[in-house]
Nanobody, 123 residues
Framework: QVQLVESGGGLVQAGGSLRLSCAASGRAFSRYTMGWFRQDPGKERRFVAAIRWIGGRQDYADSVKGRFTISRDNAKNTVYLQMNSLKPEDTAVYYC????????????????WGQGTQVSVSS
C-alpha cells in the first residue's frame, strides 16, 4: 500500500508560479512511476506529467510542456510539480498518483491516488 498526500495548491495570478508536493508513505516509493493529473468540475481527470522510476524519464501533456516540471526525491519519498507561467485554464484539482505500468498517461496505469489539491489561476 502507498498513501499519497498532496500540498502546495492555492490561488495565484496568471503568469505566476506554484510548486505542488506529493508525500508518499508506504513501501518501495522509488520503484513507482509517479504522475500528476488534473480535473475540472464535470470533466474527466486528465494526465499532466509523469516521472518513471527507471531512468527518471519525464512525460508531459502538450498543454504544459515548457511550463511545468516534474521531479522526485526518493530520499524524501516526495514528488514535485513545479508550475510556471500559469494560465487560467490550468485551474483544476491536481492529483498525485503512483503506479507500476509502462504506460504513464492513462488513469488506469496508476494504483494509488492522493486526495487532490486545488489550484486556481486568476486572470
Amino acid at each position: 500500500q502507498v498513501q499519497l498526500v498532496e500540498s502546495g495548491g492555492g490561488l495565484v495570478q496568471a503568469g505566476g508560479s506554484l510548486r505542488l508536493s506529493c508525500a508518499a508513505s508506504g513501501r518501495a516509493f522509488s520503484r513507482y512511476t509517479m504522475g500528476w493529473f488534473r480535473q475540472d468540475p464535470g470533466k474527466e481527470r486528465r494526465f499532466v506529467a509523469a516521472i518513471r522510476w527507471i531512468g527518471g524519464r519525464q512525460d508531459y501533456a502538450d498543454s504544459v510542456k515548457g511550463r511545468f516540471t516534474i521531479s522526485r526525491d526518493n530520499a524524501k519519498n516526495t514528488v514535485y510539480l513545479q508550475m510556471n507561467s500559469l494560465k487560467p485554464e490550468d485551474t483544476a484539482v491536481y492529483y498525485c498518483a503512483a503506479g507500476s505500468s509502462f504506460i504513464v498517461t492513462t488513469r488506469a496505469a496508476y494504483d494509488y491516488w492522493g486526495q487532490g489539491t486545488q489550484v486556481s489561476v486568476s486572470s
